[in-house]
């Protein structure tokens, strides 16, 4: 069998600048379309309107209160839990607190049956329920885990 | 004066392989971290930092999101809304579109609240309750993820 001479290959020269072209498009539009969001996250509450949580069976266990005072330049004056007054440094850590003895976690599941009902001052800041609500949901422990402690919130009826 | 010829003039390629390296790691990378989510934010809306504040797993089925600014106007479907009964009204035309064109029932919906950190608490709680009225039933809170907020320090 005769093999061809393959010895005189041409040197094949690839254009390159309609390839380097579209990157740069690409380049530039991914760039543009950049943004940078910040993690965004809820807390999931399910209220019915009054009269239809009314028919609904209530839970056995008992309602706890938070009750949460606005000063008069909206900050937060106190916070209870029921009769409980937390004041002093970190009242929404001593909140947690709290609600884990009442909830008896053990790093558990949390309590499915609690339930929670915030009341707030009208002009409150809304920072400070959400704090609340972030002490009542749960906490993270050292290792960047999770822990659910009352998953049902709702929030007392507006008093004008 | 004579001008020394330079010698043999060619065409100088540089050399380009670093350069297209370095552009295609910026497109792989900027392909990895694009974001095509239609995130509704708006920069209107500080929303309050939360260390429990957990993207959820899933998309919600219906979810509609009514914003509130600091300065006690709402933001919904785009337009700027200054009373609670243009809201209200704008929510009812919601309602309507929900009920007749798709199969879902309004208790399915996830209200998104994006409440500014600084805006009044009893305002929110007249948008859920004006929500409740419409029969609404589900809703969420949304804050911003932030591992400095610790409870233990507030």
């Known amino acids: ?160 | 004066m004579r001008i020394r010829p330079r010698g043999p003039r060619g065409i100088v390629e540089g050399d380009l392989t670093p350069m297209i390296d370095m552009t295609f790691q910026l497109i792989a990378f900027f392909m990895l971290v694009i974001n095509f989510s239609d995130v509704e934010q708006d920069q209107r809306v500080t929303l309050p930092a939360s260390e429990l504040a957990r993207p959820p797993e899933a998309p919600y089925e219906h979810p509609l999101t009514i914003h509130l600014t600091e300065n006690d106007r709402f933001i919904y479907g785009g337009r700027e809304v200054t009373q609670l009964a243009q809201l209200r009204s704008a929510l009812l035309q919601e309602t309507q579109i929900i009920l007749r064109h798709t199969t879902k029932k309004l208790a399915d919906v996830t209200v998104i609240i994006r409440a500014d950190e600084n805006a009044k608490t009893g305002l929110v709680q007249q948008v859920i309750q004006a929500c409740q009225e419409l029969e609404f039933e589900r809703f969420a809170l949304r804050g911003k993820f932030s591992k400095d907020e610790k409870i233990g320090e507030l």
């Open chain 1, 1 to 160: 069998m005769k093999i061809r001479n393959t010895d005189r290959r041409e040197h094949i020269v690839l254009q390159m600048t309609p390839m380097i072209d579209i990157v740069f498009q690409l380049l530039i539009f991914f760039v543009f379309t950049f943004k940078i969001v910040d993690p965004e996250g809820d807390f999931n509450i399910r209220m019915p309107s009054a009269s239809a949580s009314q028919s609904s069976e209530p839970s056995e266990t008992p309602l706890l209160k938070v009750r949460l005072r606005a000063t008069p330049d909206r900050e937060l004056a106190s916070l209870q839990l029921g009769d409980v007054v937390f004041d002093g440094r970190a009242p929404f850590f001593q909140l947690q607190s709290e609600i884990r003895s009442l909830v008896g976690d053990a790093a558990g599941p949390g309590s499915a049956d609690q339930e929670v009902e915030i009341e707030a001052d009208y002009d409150l800041k809304y920072r400070y329920v959400i704090r609340a609500i972030t002490a009542i949901t749960g906490y993270v422990d050292d290792n960047g885990q999770q822990h659910k402690l009352v998953e049902r919130i709702r929030f007392a009826p507006l008093k004008q």
